[in-house]
T-cell receptor, first 115, second 113 residues
Framework: GENVEQHPSTLSVQEGDSAVIKCTYSDSASNYFPWYKQELGKRPQLIID?????GEKKDQRIAVTLNKTAKHFSLHITETQPEDSAVYFC??????????????FGTGTRLQVTL | KAGVTQTPRYLIKTRGQQVTLSCSPISGHRSVSWYQQTPGQGLQFLFEYFSETQRNKGNFPGRFSGRQFSNSRSEMNVSTLELGDSALYLC????????????FGPGTRLTVL
């Protein structure tokens, strides 16, 4: 299959708290897992990605963890700030006949950081 | 490097009409993917082009079609527009594969009346 499930669909946290968004994928051949951030009225932009040869990757306040056995990966944002408010999308490549030719996106998580 | 550009940015059409949207990828990028974005549905994959060939297609009716030119610019066409086609249409370019980093354009907002 080519499903990517993403939870939760909405998330509200107070400034300074942590936020966690989780995704599961179905294609065991998937080996690349990007996360995109889309601010209101703007285009999605890549914020972090991870490949299957590592279990965790960090970039300042954001980190992504990957569990290939369970086929799930998560985005962690620490010390959240109002500018983190946006919709976040996870994605995974879908393989057909041994070739990855498209990214399948999750349905998105609307993160609201309140003061 | 200039980013991905899309034209037009906004379109208003009526049911039954057809529409053509254009996408210019980042220079050197050969893969162009198209997505439909509607509230609550996330990013739905339409198709991907590479070297003027459609490599993959999503689950959309045949009214949705596309093509890519030798300079990697891509167009998508929607014929016999329906109200449900109202959406933001995003294109994204990447170097060679859809699983390389994808750079999105600003989108074309299509409204069907």
């Amino acid at each position: 299959g080519e499903n990517v499930e993403q939870h939760p669909s909405t998330l509200s946290v107070q400034e300074g708290d942590s936020a966690v968004i989780k995704c599961t994928y179905s294609d065991s051949a998937s080996n690349y897992f990007p996360w995109y951030k889309q601010e209101l009225g703007k285009r999605p932009q890549l914020i972090i990605d991870i490949r299957s040869n590592v279990g965790e990757k960090k970039d300042q306040r954001i980190a992504v963890t990957l569990n290939k056995t369970a086929k799930h990966f998560s985005l962690h944002i620490t010390e959240t700030q109002p500018e983190d408010s946006a919709v976040y999308f996870c994605a995974a490549p879908f393989y057909r006949r041994g070739t990855a030719s498209k990214l399948t996106f999750g349905t998105g998580t609307r993160l609201q950081v309140t003061l | 490097k200039a980013g991905v550009t899309q034209t037009p940015r906004y379109l208003i059409k009526t049911r039954g009409q057809q529409v053509t949207l254009s996408c210019s990828p980042i220079s050197g990028h050969r893969s162009v993917s198209w997505y439909q974005q509607t509230p609550g549905q996330g990013l739905q994959f339409l198709f991907e082009y590479f070297s003027e060939t459609q490599r993959n297609k999503g689950n959309f009716p045949g009214r949705f079609s596309g093509r890519q030119f030798s300079n990697s610019r891509s167009e998508m066409n929607v014929s016999t527009l329906e109200l449900g086609d109202s959406a933001l249409y995003l294109c994204a370019s990447s170097l060679e594969r859809a699983y390389n980093e994808q750079f999105f354009g600003p989108g074309t907002r299509l409204t069907v009346l």
